[in-house]
């Protein structure tokens, strides 16, 4: 199905099933233990071992020879496969580094063995006996030192964040020099890692040259070319499977060295091998997000107009990596004639980064946002006031191009009324609860709306169930139910009379879960199958289908009525098709908006920092499940607060490998700093979107809460951090007098 002219009324639109709160169909698996997880998958072949990937020790180099003579005589051990013996592999797509294969050490924890085992701990053991000589060589590992020699760039994120080396809108510098009031400074945020509660995890099995992998994938037809290509087979001899995913924020898009290496120790096992990345290995050998550091510059008018802004943006990679895009929301958020942006990369031999959760927009905004509750003081602005003076209905940098639909003043104007905004103090370091200062502050949210082909198959049977099949992928996201009450909408059935199957390659190939782009899509792909199902059971009873009517179980036309089973009485009929986009993106800007809102206490006499409430305010089109949008949305201010307030890879930049490499190190938001978390979905519909006039509402719920913590920490305390993590350490010695 082509999508090339705006969406009129279709069947979704009665909103009997699709748009109502909806339990998860996947929940009571997840909850009581029974959906299985790709390491769990224990019935699916048998006589399965166990792998155990050994990463390299130094961060660049060579590795001169590497004894596995020990580990092959240990006790349980099937196999040994090393590094120095397989030939080089290919590159997977937006794989920077080599996965496995060859004596090059490219970062600290590159895959260079793999033990098979009977039993893990075997596996782990064996590992450990393993004798590496290294020939190491001097790294970068320090962006604020590299950042110096880093060059201009231009780059997306694979999720449609993206910009150029050097972008320009009219003549920044004089519009800036020649401002009444200007702002210039510079921000910094640390590495990150995705920390998702599941391991990057496979196991592989072969028969004959026909590999399966029951793995944690969040983009399977992706993966299947990325294996065909790694490995040098053909992809028709590949199966990728994993209906049940356990967090992936990004890094699950791309094959990682534990799907590789459990193929390459299954074929030398000659069984099949299971394998888990350890929590070291899964920040330093798979991807994270970069380190960003970031200067910003605004002049405006002496009543808040902004007539000049710019936002550069400076990170590291490995060579032929990219860069974290940071400055791509700054081309369409807020309005002026003059504008800059821009990107450099600095070339870094730490692990390589790539996209987490709202590439480039996440952290971006940690900035951006900052940078207006600044520039807002300067001018004697409320905040959210300055926002709404300088809100635009056309891309800046090109006006012929409206926005689809862009409600961020009422986001922004409904979030203060809902959070109490009126009744803040706004000079900072006046309101008091105890020993707690309290201070409350907002940001604005956005996140581009990516349009992608997605497809699947639908089967209506004998007993009138209907089951949908296609390669999308659930990350936690919801798009089990989702899906099913796109398909229950459209042919006029309860959602219990639909069955979702969901994460096999063989399936038909979807959008996938990843850019907010997931949910959108994919339901537009159900959509497209359903026309071709409804097409054919009308058909099949002898009914126009332009006039055709499916509800409550029947067919309906005119006087006539027929039960839905009667069509499939003699057999099952399938539709099957694709939602493809024509050019309506790039004729109408596609974006969605949030107003984000935080309350804060900050201890007068230790400087911690305690989040008491949260509200966040989307526009986003037509939310097609508010119950697990919801959570979609409470996960990414979480994941907000980790970034404002504790998430830090800490890197050591003598040896180039990050040191808090687990969960005991690297810290991340548990209940007990999570408050109330309460969120507003506009009413609304973008027609230009899709035929679901949804819009991706995922990643969405993480831009712009960093900077909403760090704004309402400087209203409860006056002191204003541009380095995040915001830690204690860096407010305790500005603190205001606590008498």
């Known amino acids: 199905m082509k999508f090339d002219t705006p969406a009129g009324q279709n069947p979704i639109d009665q909103l009997k099933v699709v748009g109502k709160p909806t339990d998860r169909i996947d929940g009571k698996y997840k909850t009581t233990g029974t959906a299985p997880y790709a390491y769990e998958r224990h019935d699916v072949v048998a006589n399965q071992a166990y792998g155990y990937v050994l990463g390299a020790g130094v961060a660049k180099g060579r590795l001169r020879g590497l004894n596995v003579a020990a580990a092959r005589r240990a006790p349980g051990v099937i196999a040994v496969v090393s590094t120095l013996d397989t030939p080089k592999l290919g590159l997977g797509r937006m794989n920077t580094a080599s996965l496995f294969g060859g004596p090059e050490i490219q970062h600290y924890h590159q895959a260079i063995a793999l033990v098979v085992a009977e039993t893990f701990e075997q596996a782990r053991a064996a590992a450990y006996l393993i004798k590496a000589d290294y020939a190491s060589e001097p790294g970068a590992f320090d962006l604020a030192a590299a950042a110096k020699s880093a060059k201009p760039v231009e780059g997306g994120s694979g999720e449609g964040s993206g910009s ?23 921000f910094t945020t640390p590495d ?19 590999l399966t992998l029951w793995t944690s994938n969040q983009m399977i037809a992706w993966s299947k070319g990325s294996l065909a290509k790694i490995l040098g087979i053909s992809a028709e001899n590949i199966r990728v499977d994993s209906p049940y995913i ?3 924020f990004g890094g699950k898009l791309f094959v990682r060295a534990d799907a590789v290496l459990a193929a390459l120790g299954a074929k030398a096992a000659k069984r099949p091998v299971k394998v888990a990345l350890t929590r070291p290995l899964i920040a330093n050998n798979t991807t994270h997000r970069p380190a960003t550091i970031q200067r ?7 009543d808040g107009q902004i007539t000049a802004i710019a936002h550069e943006s400076t990170s590291g990679n490995l060579p032929s990596g990219r860069p974290e895009t940071a400055v791509d929301q700054t081309k369409l958020l807020y ?28 952290p971006g905004l940690m900035a951006l946002e900052i940078a207006m509750d600044e520039m807002a003081e300067k001018l004697g602005l409320d905040p959210v006031a300055f926002r709404i003076r300088n809100d635009t209905q056309v891309d800046p940098g090109h006006p012929e191009r409206p926005f689809s639909h862009r409600n961020l003043v009422g986001c922004l104007e409904q979030g203060a009324e809902r959070f109490g905004w009126s009744k803040r103090n706004p000079t900072p370091g006046q309101v008091r609860d105890g020993h707690w ?17 997605s497809g699947a198959r639908v089967r209506l049977d004998a007993k009138g169930i209907v089951t949908v099949e296609t390669d999308m992928t659930d990350i936690g996201t919801g798009s089990y139910t989702i899906i099913a009450q796109t398909a ?15 994460g096999d390659s063989d399936f038909p190939a979807s959008a996938g879960s990843g850019g907010q782009w997931g949910a959108n899509n994919a339901t537009a792909g159900v959509y497209a199958a359903c026309v071709k199902l409804r097409e054919a059971v009308a058909q099949k009873l002898g009914i126009n289908s332009a006039d055709a009517v499916f509800a409550d179980g029947e067919v309906r036309s005119g006087n006539r009525a027929a039960p839905l089973a009667q069509a499939s009485a003699d057999g099952d009929l399938s539709g099957e098709d694709s939602i493809e986009y024509g050019d309506l993106s790039k004729k109408q800007q596609q974006s969605t908006f949030a107003g984000h809102f935080v309350e804060v206490g900050v201890d007068m006499h230790t400087a911690e920092v305690r989040v008491r409430r949260m509200l966040a305010v989307c526009a986003a089109g037509r939310i097609l499940n508010p119950k697990s949008a919801r959570s979609q949305v409470i996960g990414g201010m979480t994941m907000g607060v980790g970034a404002a307030l504790m998430e830090e890879l800490a890197v050591d930049t003598k040896r180039g490998f990050f040191v808090n490499h687990d969960l005991a190190g690297y810290e991340v938001p548990v209940h007990a700093d999570i408050p109330h978390q309460e969120v507003i979905f506009l009413d609304e519909v973008d027609p230009m979107s899709s035929p679901m006039k949804a819009k991706g509402v995922g990643e969405l719920g993480i831009c712009g809460v960093g900077a909403a913590v760090a704004n309402a920490i400087y209203n409860a305390t006056g002191i204003r951090v541009r380095d995040y993590p915001i830690t204690l350490d860096k407010l305790l010695d500005r603190m205001p007098d606590a008498a």
């Open 164 to 186: 150029g080396a050097e972008d320009r809108t009219g003549d920044f510098e004089k519009a800036f020099a020649d401002a009444a009031v200007r702002f210039d400074e510079t």
């Open 192 to 210: 990150e890692s995705h920390a998702m509660m599941e391991p990057h995890a496979t196991i592989a099995a072969w028969e004959g040259d026909k």
């Open 246 to 248: 356990g967090g992936g």
């Open 296 to 302: 910003i510059r605004i002049g405006a008018t002496k």
């Open 335 to 362: 309005a002026g004639a003059n504008r800059l942006t821009g990107m450099k990369l600095a070339h870094l031999d730490l692990p390589e980064g790539n996209a987490m959760r709202a590439p480039g927009e996440a």
């Open 437 to 453: 200062l309290v201070g409350i502050g907002m940001a604005a949210g956005f996140r581009n709306n990516q349009l992608t082909k």
């Open 488 to 502: 229950a909408e459209m042919m006029g059935l309860p959602l219990d009379r639909v069955v979702v199957r969901l």
